[in-house]
Structure formats: structure tokens, C-alpha cells
């Protein structure tokens, strides 16, 4: 089993073709569709379907991908780490922020780290709990800056404190309940989550639940930060975000923050990670400086 097969069928899988595949890997496509057939029948079991339109996972290897994303990923790290103990500090973090971070302490974190490490390339996604659990079991990130319910996490994640992070429901400022004061008067609208209904994009049905209220009602689910500020403000939908969103969008002057005067979650942003894979000395060395601007913008705010 190759290192190189196993980069090549993660490269089909996204690209999905063989010549595409074969172009990133310098490699011709026969060559390439050789080095498949021998994995698969070292594996005894087909891995691709090929038609016309390009190549497929089968069952089999649609199971294989995360086992092959898991080995070429730990196979980076342990050179990457190896690397850095020697003082060559180069390499990749992935890693993935809720928008409040992002839209806080994490520039800051990231122009400190870019001057100490300038050689570590960084790859910053959207991402919140549950949703980025698969790409921290399968090594596609290294870490996660995610809300999340402590007890509810997965026993394979650690998770570390990082802040708390301050709630608003937010409207458009022409809605009906604009300037509610109390959940009761929202029973009847429709909500836009920024998470499946488990995380903590959806939190006002925490909200409602402590206040003895129905489930609220989900009219969406809004997975990008970039998109739900705009949503909200064309639509009567109504919705939670942390207030660096609601104060930083491009949509702001369409939307209101509604006053309610009940007590709303507020969530724990933690450093969620594998607590069986070590971090790479960059990868460790960018969480400090998140740390440190987190701390240091929190107290800005603050005084």
C-alpha cells in the first residue's frame, strides 16, 4: 500500500477523474490507473466505478477514503513535526473557526504567527461542531475553534477552553417582532440555524426549552456565515449569532438585534481536536497566539 496510491485516490475522489488526478501527481494516467489496480487487488476489492463521466467511489471505497485521508494525513504530520524539531519550520495547519473568532482575535493571532513561522502555510475553513467532527478524525484539520456542549462531545475529542461567547437574536429591522422583549413573543417565527439542530447554531431551542416554550420553528439551515447575515436581512426569518457577526456583516444596516430581555446560552468556544493525535510544534505554536489575542481582546472589549 502506497503513500502516493493514497494521496492519488484522495485527489479522484475530489477531482473525480483519473487524468485530472493524474495531472496534479505529475504522473501519466496510465500509470496512475495501474498503481489503482494493484491497491485494489491488494485490497480485494474494487475501489472506483469508471464511465464516461468520470470515476466514483464504490461502497468499498467510499469506506477506504477515511482510513486513506487518515494515513496520508498522520504520514504530513509526522514529517512535518520531525521538521520543525529541527528548526525547518515548514509545513500546513488546517484548521477550521467559528465567526466569533474569526472575526475577533483571529487576524491578530494569524499576522503574529505569519511573523514568527513565515514558512507554515495556513488554511482557514468555516466550520462548527458536529460538522467538523469527520474532518478531525480523518486528519483533514488539525483543530477546530467551534462551540460546542462539553458533555455532548465525541469521547475521541479534547476539547479546550478558549472564550465565551456573547448571543443576539438577530432580525431585519422591518420585522413584526423586531422589538420584542421576551421569547413567548417569538414562539411564532420561523428560524434560520447556522448548525444541524445538535450544535450550537441552534441554540435558541436551548433558549426556548429553559423558558418551558415549544421547539422553535426551523425554517433553515445556514451552514455559512458569509450567507446567513443576508438571508436574515431579505427574509422574516430570525435567527442567533455571536454579536462580532451581527456588528461586522455586510448586511448590518438591514438588521436589528432584538431585545430580549430573557436570558440566552452562551456559549463556550473551545480548541476541539483528537486527543490521540499530537499537534505538529507550528500547529501548537498557532493555538498560543490565538490564546494570547483571545485574551488580550477579550480584555480590550472589556475595559
Same mark, same amino acid.
Given at each position: 500500500m502506497k503513500l502516493q496510491t493514497l494521496q492519488a485516490l484522495i485527489f479522484i475522489e475530489e477531482v473525480g477523474s483519473l487524468r485530472a488526478?493524474?495531472?496534479?501527481? =505529475?504522473q501519466s494516467q496510465p500509470a496512475l490507473s495501474a498503481a489503482i489496480q494493484q491497491l485494489e487487488e491488494e485490497l480485494k476489492a474494487?475501489?472506483?466505478?469508471?464511465?464516461? #463521466?468520470?470515476?466514483?467511489?464504490? @461502497? *468499498?471505497?467510499q469506506a477506504f477514503m477515511k482510513h486513506a485521508r487518515l494515513i496520508v494525513s498522520e504520514s504530513r504530520r509526522?514529517?512535518?513535526?520531525?521538521?520543525?524539531?529541527?528548526?525547518?519550520?515548514?509545513g500546513h495547519i488546517t484548521f477550521a473557526a467559528s465567526p466569533a473568532v474569526a472575526l475577533g482575535a483571529l487576524p491578530h493571532a494569524l499576522a503574529?504567527?505569519? #511573523?514568527?513561522?513565515?514558512? /507554515?502555510?495556513?488554511?482557514?475553513?468555516?466550520g462548527l461542531y458536529p460538522a467538523v467532527s469527520p474532518q478531525l478524525r480523518d486528519g483533514t484539520l488539525d483543530f477546530a475553534l467551534t462551540a460546542?456542549?462539553?458533555? %455532548?462531545? %465525541?469521547? %475521541? $475529542?479534547?476539547?479546550?477552553a478558549l472564550l465565551v461567547?456573547? /448571543? /443576539?437574536?438577530?432580525?431585519?429591522?422591518? =420585522?413584526?417582532?423586531?422589538?420584542?422583549?421576551?421569547?413567548?413573543?417569538?414562539? %411564532?417565527?420561523?428560524?434560520? *440555524?447556522?448548525?444541524? @439542530?445538535?450544535? @450550537?447554531?441552534?441554540?435558541? #431551542?436551548d433558549a426556548f426549552a429553559r423558558h418551558g416554550l415549544p421547539? @422553535?420553528?426551523?425554517? $433553515?439551515?445556514?451552514e455559512s456565515f458569509l450567507a446567513l447575515p443576508g438571508i436574515v436581512a431579505h427574509s422574516d426569518l430570525m435567527t442567533t449569532?455571536?454579536?462580532?457577526? *451581527? $456588528?461586522?456583516?455586510? *448586511?448590518k444596516d438591514l438588521l436589528c438585534s432584538v431585545p430580549v430581555e430573557d436570558e440566552l446560552p452562551s456559549p463556550t468556544i473551545y480548541v476541539l481536536r483528537r486527543h490521540d493525535v499530537p499537534l505538529t510544534p507550528a500547529a501548537a505554536g498557532l493555538i498560543r497566539w490565538i490564546q494570547h489575542h483571545t485574551l488580550n481582546h477579550h480584555l480590550s472589549v472589556t475595559a
Open positions: 488526478a493524474a495531472q496534479l501527481l =505529475h474494487p475501489l472506483l466505478v469508471r464511465t464516461k #463521466r468520470g470515476v466514483t467511489l464504490t @461502497p *468499498f471505497g509526522a514529517h512535518e513535526e520531525i521538521s520543525q524539531l529541527r528548526g525547518d519550520w515548514e503574529s504567527f505569519s #511573523r514568527e513561522y513565515p514558512g /507554515v502555510t495556513v488554511n482557514v475553513r468555516d460546542a456542549h462539553k458533555h %455532548d462531545l %465525541d469521547s %475521541d $475529542l479534547e476539547a479546550q461567547s456573547d /448571543v /443576539v437574536i438577530v432580525a431585519q429591522s422591518q =420585522h413584526p417582532r423586531a422589538q420584542a422583549t421576551r421569547l413567548a413573543e417569538l414562539q %411564532d417565527c420561523r428560524w434560520a *440555524f447556522s448548525s444541524a @439542530p445538535r450544535g @450550537p447554531g441552534a441554540i435558541i #431551542r421547539e @422553535p420553528k426551523l425554517g $433553515l439551515v445556514c449569532m455571536p454579536r462580532t457577526l *451581527f $456588528l461586522r456583516n455586510a *448586511f
